[in-house]
């Protein structure tokens, strides 16, 4: 057997969890804020799917052959 390994190897030390008990209010009520705004935007961006498409320029096409 050779000395290389194939493949990924796996770290040695898992990665310490950082604490987060430094929050304080305003960073939940931002935290809240982010959650309704992409709540919102997902709400739009399910409304909007169904149409189809604001503007149908673009080529237009005359009846002349």
Do not use: T
């Not at 030390?13 to 982010?34: H, P, V």
């Not at 309704?36 to 002349?64: N, V, Y």
């Amino acid at each position: 057997m050779s000395g290389r390994q194939g493949g990924k190897l796996k770290p040695l030390k898992q990665a310490k969890k950082k604490n987060n008990n430094f929050e304080d209010d305003e960073d939940i009520a931002f935290k809240k804020k982010q959650a309704e705004d992409a709540k919102k935007l997902k709400e739009m961006q399910a409304k909007a799917s169904g149409k189809g498409p604001l503007l149908s320029g673009g080529i237009k096409k005359s009846g002349k052959k």
